[in-house]
């Protein structure tokens, strides 16, 4: 029954293999952070000093809204959906996903998606320029022509979350091979499980706010526009109704990721995993009742402000209930730090850092000092680089020698490790201080004494980017290199994926493992 | 049946349902939040709306106190007209019927058609203030060169809380001209 | 954060530095006991590896212990909202209204108003000058109001979202077109405080500062008297016969500080977004045409204004004639402030 992959291109087009379809995702999402980080670098260039000097503000304003757009949906999302379909398979004792041929279609129309959305720098009147959060009537009335691709691209987008997630429900629920009952599943399971029920439920909504745009734009409904009787901050609520979980789509497989690295590296289980669940549980539900603490300055009554402001306060207790649960397992634990320990450490570390700025945030009338300033720049920047990003590097510095059956070059991964955490740290530590002396978001030049801080950050961010090359030529190192890896790769390490073969095989599972 | 086709009909049961979920929340997004938020606004006064033309009754004028009515006019980019409030502020009883007039010129060369949206603070104050004619009720139609006086009456509930004071009505104008060319040419 | 000048203000960079405080206290545990681990725990150090890995009793106390710090937190932050949400018994009331890309102020119930535009000379930006100490936060126009007393900020757009925000006085409120919504400051000390608008509002929206210049009651009052005393004055020029000369010049100024954004200094326009003055057949056609575009605004484009409403008749009938005759249209004719004026009022 089991043959080899076919051969040519034909394999990537047609394949319904998860390990096919998850690496399609990570070179895709590689891609992807490479240009929203491109994005990124032009802004800090001309951030770099006081002045305009490389781009013009209506190009800077494309920048910031394109490197948004790539970034959360073009990198850190697929990257996780790839990690997804490599390992939950795997990790569930199950042969493949339960909808393979959907699952090859939900990748393939992300390519031309983002090739869509791409092509819109060069349309008359340029790319989207609204910020990634694309706030009406800017981005209805006063868009340029673009934003009707921008729609589109978003809606393509979407729909292959969708599908992506209800194949990750239907999977979890379906195939898990027997014996592994829900409390048995690694956490990196129960996480995706979680992300993808708040991807159905808030996807969709996304899809709507894009759709009452589009009619605003095209079909003269009003549903944003105050002079037909509708209101622009309606907008902003059914935005941020999806917006808030999307956050939290974009970090739970990251807490999942970390928790499975931790462990390893501690030689010792994961503490209080019955906790963890709950914990994450809490979070996603939570994480529908907290939007409008995007929205403290729209003018709110005051009894909605008090409600949204304690709610997101809550958020912070299950939080820091996972953070208290890694820490305790690394306590008295056997410790030493490979490439994956180190992004997951410093995961623990800068995710609470930012995780303190978003307390911070959270308190409305302190909020209205840093709202829309960089001081929000560097809590997201904090949550999403060393937090989304950094678990995804771990995640695949941990599980590439299991994908491609050879160890990579541990010192290349510490050194683009350190690179990375310095470089980063430099870039976004000193927005804090920008934002509280007072520097708003999403402005092209800035007035005299923000300029000592934006030169660092300028700085560091191209020793961030400069770190990643050697992250992109490490991989692909790895893969060509004839140093093997063993089928356990590391100490003792939990979960059903180290009891196959290095490589793994094309198919593994197909039949169901034993359980304990 | 096989137990591997009864356990490919329960995942494809489990996808529609799923999907059907998916539906649910598109339908929620476009149909129901909208006017769940037009709802809740009416009901708050959340946004400073101040809700549809009244229905007068019968009730009596509270004249120990007077609440100040301040008026602001503003255009919305692209409004030539010329738009302002007949007067600055007025004070009223609570439940006392009130007429002031808003004065509007078209400077243009062709006739335009206007909407004006109320917007009210303090946002609680909204439930309390009651249109019974308004000349945001209606589009306003001016030839060019044309003015007119426009109505607006009020009255300011009884029960208006001690706490408020002063209530400032906003009017923002938009040209609504092309809107409604376009909306009848379809 | 700065403290600020109102007693607000003085608030919130408390209740910031609270907070600060306990997350430094978190962060300072946290991590604490992770650098210990990582140094004690090394499996290079011989560290054995322990097996546990539950205790519900410590589950439960590092969810209520942050729990009770969380509303420790909450009860100032309560309090500071709602004072902030107290807008009553305001003295003096503005209307802040939101452009692309300027403020418009409002004195309501005084007959005052006025346009704020940045007044930062463009060859700062372009690197071709040196930039002066308060670059990008200086305007034409300040917002004058009286200290120790409590003003109302009643804030709103005209186009798209923006915000208005001054650090000093812990004022930040979206401007939303189509809706009001208020704000208020009592200022105790006099003093200029500069801020910025806060909300995307297209390109040129880190090009739109707030100046508030806090005067004393005396002060506040003549500057009062004086600003209805020059409105008067303008109406008084408007009547004046200006030589094509001073019309260009002054044209060139109101272009530069209010057509170049869209229209760009050479007035070539951006193309598929903002379209040329030069050879434009508006800037090149019947005069009656051009004014009806600047003053009235575009029928079917909303992002050209009615300047009308905006500028005084001496700025348009000036930046007409200087359209009509710069970036190579030399039509050779002029339009003069009564033209305008009687444009305006016709039919």
């Not at chain 1, 997951?344 to 009338?365: D, K, N, Q």
């Not at chain 3, 403290?3 to 545990?29: A, E, K, R």
Request: with cysteine; charged share 15%.
């Amino acid at each position: 029954m089991a043959h080899g992959p076919a051969k040519g291109i034909t394999r990537w087009l047609y394949t319904t293999n998860h390990k096919d379809i998850g690496s399609m995702y990570l070179w895709f999402s590689l891609a992807m952070f490479l240009l929203g980080g491109v994005f990124a670098l032009v802004i800090r260039a001309e951030l770099f000093e006081p002045g305009l000097q490389i781009v013009d503000p209506d190009f800077f304003n494309q920048m910031t809204t394109m490197h948004g757009l790539i970034m959360v949906f073009g990198a850190v999302m697929p990257a996780f959906v790839g990690l997804a379909n490599w390992m939950i398979p795997m990790m569930i004792g199950a042969p493949d996903m339960a909808l393979p041929r959907m699952n090859n279609w939900s990748f393939w129309i992300l390519p031309f998606a983002f090739s869509m959305l791409a092509s819109t720098l060069f349309m008359d009147g340029g790319a989207p320029n609204f910020g990634w959060t694309f706030y009406a009537p800017l981005s209805t009335t006063y868009a340029p022509p673009s934003v009707t691709f921008f729609i589109f691209a978003v809606h393509i987008m979407g729909a292959s979350s969708i599908m992506g997630a209800i194949n990750i429900v239907v999977t979890i629920l379906n195939l898990r091979a027997p014996g592994m009952t829900l409390m048995k599943m690694p956490l990196f399971v129960w996480t995706w499980l979680i992300t993808a029920y708040l991807l159905i439920a808030v996807m969709p909504v996304l899809a709507g706010v894009v759709t009452m745009m589009l009619m605003d734009i095209h079909f003269s409904t009003s549903f944003f526009d105050a002079a037909g009787g509708g209101d622009p901050v309606l907008f902003q609520h059914v935005f941020w109704f999806f917006g808030h979980p999307e956050v939290y789509i974009m970090i739970l497989p990251a807490f999942g990721i970390v928790s499975a690295i931790i462990p390893t590296f501690a030689r010792k289980p994961l503490f209080g995993y019955a906790s963890m669940v709950y914990a994450t549980s809490s979070i996603a539900f939570l994480s529908f009742i907290v939007w409008a603490h995007h929205m403290f300055t729209v003018g709110m009554p005051v009894a909605g402000e008090l409600f949204f402001m304690y709610a997101t306060m809550l958020i912070a207790v299950p939080t820091g209930v996972k953070v208290f649960n890694w820490v305790t397992t690394m306590f008295r634990g056997s410790l030493t730090f490979e490439t994956p320990m180190l992004f997951s450490i410093a995961f623990v570390i800068l995710f609470t850092i930012g995780g303190l700025s978003g307390l911070m945030l959270a308190i409305a009338p302190a909020d209205f000092q840093y709202h829309d300033t960089y001081f929000v720049v560097a809590h997201f920047h904090y949550v999403l680089v060393p937090g989304a990003i950094f678990s995804i590097m771990a995640g695949v510095y941990y599980w590439l020698p299991k994908w491609c059956g050879n160890m990579y070059n541990e010192t290349m991964g510490k050194t683009h490790f350190w690179l990375a955490f310095i470089g980063l740290n430099l870039t976004f530590f000193p927005m804090h201080f920008v934002g509280l002396a007072g520097m708003p978001r999403r402005i092209p030049d800035y007035s005299l004494q923000f300029a000592d801080f934006n030169m660092i950050a300028s700085c560091g961010a191209f020793l961030f980017g400069a770190a990643q090359l050697l992250f992109v030529f490490n991989v692909i190192a790895t893969i060509r290199s004839k140093n093997k890896a063993t089928d356990e790769v590391w100490e003792n390490p939990e979960g059903l994926e180290w009891t196959v073969a290095s490589p793994a095989p094309y198919h593994t599972f197909s039949v169901a493992p034993p359980i304990k | 049946m096989s137990e591997a086709s009864t356990e490919q009909r329960s995942i494809a049961q489990q996808a529609l349902r799923l999907l059907g979920v998916v539906v649910a929340m598109f339908v929620f997004a476009i149909w129901v939040m909208p006017p769940l938020y037009d709802a809740f606004c009416e009901i708050t006064g959340l946004n400073g709306k101040t809700g549809g033309q009244y229905q007068a009754v019968d009730a009596a004028v509270d004249t120990s106190r007077q609440v100040r009515i301040q008026f602001l006019a503003t255009n919305n980019e692209g409004m030539p007209w010329q738009f302002a409030p007949q007067m600055a502020s007025i004070k009223v009883h609570p439940g006392e019927e009130v007429e002031v007039r808003y004065l509007a010129t078209n400077p243009t060369d062709r006739t335009m058609i206007a909407q004006a949206i109320p917007s009210l603070v303090p946002f609680k104050a909204a439930e309390y203030f009651h249109k019974t004619e308004c000349f945001c009720f209606n589009q306003q139609a001016l030839s060019a060169g044309e003015s007119a006086e426009l109505p607006l009456r009020f009255i300011v509930d009884q029960d208006i809380p001690k706490q408020v004071n002063t209530i400032t009505l906003s009017y923002t104008l938009f040209d609504v001209t092309a809107d409604l060319a376009l909306a009848q040419s379809q | 954060m700065t403290q600020g000048v109102t007693p607000i203000s003085h608030n919130v960079y408390d209740l910031h530095m609270d907070i600060f405080w306990w997350c430094v206290g978190i962060g300072v545990v946290v991590f604490g006991v992770m650098f210990y681990t990582m140094i004690a725990h090394r499996k290079s150090k011989g560290a054995k590896a322990a097996n546990f890995h539950e205790s519900t009793s410590l589950e439960i106390l590092w969810t209520v212990v942050p729990f009770a710090i969380l509303i420790i937190m909450a009860i100032p932050a309560t309090k500071s909202l709602i004072e902030i949400y107290d807008t009553k018994e305001s003295e003096v009331d503005i209307l802040v209204t939101g452009y692309q890309w300027k403020w418009k102020y409002e004195y309501v119930g005084e007959d005052v108003s006025f346009f704020s535009n940045l007044s930062t000379d463009p060859n700062e930006i372009n690197n071709l000058v040196p930039k002066g100490p308060n670059y990008l936060l200086e305007v034409d126009e300040p917002l004058v109001i009286p200290i120790r007393k409590k003003v109302r900020f009643l804030v709103t757009a005209a186009d798209v979202i923006h915000s208005w925000w001054v650090p000093a006085l812990a004022v930040k409120r979206d401007a939303i077109p189509g809706f009001i919504n208020e704000s208020w400051a009592y200022v105790e000390e006099p003093g200029v405080y500069r801020g910025q608008c806060a909300e995307l509002c297209g390109k040129d929206h880190g090009f739109m500062p707030i100046v508030v210049e806090a005067l004393s009651e005396a002060d506040y009052a003549v500057w009062l008297s004086e600003k209805k005393a020059s409105a008067a004055k303008l109406k008084a020029l408007t009547e004046k016969e200006f030589t094509f000369d001073e019309l260009y010049a002054q044209g060139e100024a109101v272009y530069g500080k209010n057509c170049a954004a869209c229209h760009q200094p050479d007035g070539k326009g951006i193309s598929g977004t903002f379209p040329a003055i030069a050879g434009s057949s508006v800037a090149t056609g019947v005069l009656g045409g051009h004014m009806n575009m600047v003053i009235n605004g575009s029928s079917n484009n909303p992002m050209m204004s009615a300047f009308g409403a905006q500028l005084s008749e001496v700025d348009i009938a000036s930046v007409i004639t200087y359209q009509r005759n710069a970036f190579g249209n030399n039509m050779g004719d002029q339009v003069q402030p009564i033209d305008v004026l009687k444009f305006k009022q016709a039919k």
